[in-house]
């Protein structure tokens, strides 16, 4: 049964190789544009921009969407709220003070 399956995996990927080198990188691949920013002088880098291909290109209209952003934090804030809770957190000395506000602020209007 072993081999059938090992027989199996590998006619798997002699037929799916060539497709994944068109969809997947190489590490060396992935880290050229970081090699590249790290060679640029400083005042042809934007700050803040995002690369792609040793690029500079526009951001996914979800990644500058403030309300999908604010549903995102505040789906993390609760997450870590609620995280909490789970820990039976006693005391709210040790959380930093933004968190501890919301943490407040939830509990009081539940």
């Given amino acids: 049964m072993d081999n059938i399956n090992f027989s199996v995996i590998s006619v798997?990927?002699?037929?799916?190789?060539?497709?994944?080198?068109?969809?997947?990188?190489?590490p060396n691949s992935g880290i050229q544009t970081?090699?590249?920013l790290c060679?640029?002088?400083?005042?042809?880098?934007?700050?803040g921009g995002y690369y792609s291909d040793c690029v500079l290109t526009k951001l996914n209209y979800n990644a500058t969407n403030r309300e999908i952003m604010n549903s995102v934090i505040?789906?993390?804030w609760n997450q870590i709220i609620d995280n909490l809770k789970i820990r039976?957190?006693?005391?709210l000395d040790n959380i930093p003070h933004t968190l501890k506000s919301h943490f407040e602020y939830r509990s009081s209007t539940k």
């Fill in 12 to 26: 798997i990927k002699i037929i799916f190789y060539p497709f994944l080198f068109y969809f997947l990188k190489t």
């Fill in 34 to 36: 970081q090699l590249h």
């Fill in 39 to 47: 060679y640029m002088k400083n005042e042809n880098v934007v700050n």
């Fill in 74 to 76: 505040r789906y993390n």
């Fill in 88 to 91: 039976k957190l006693e005391t």
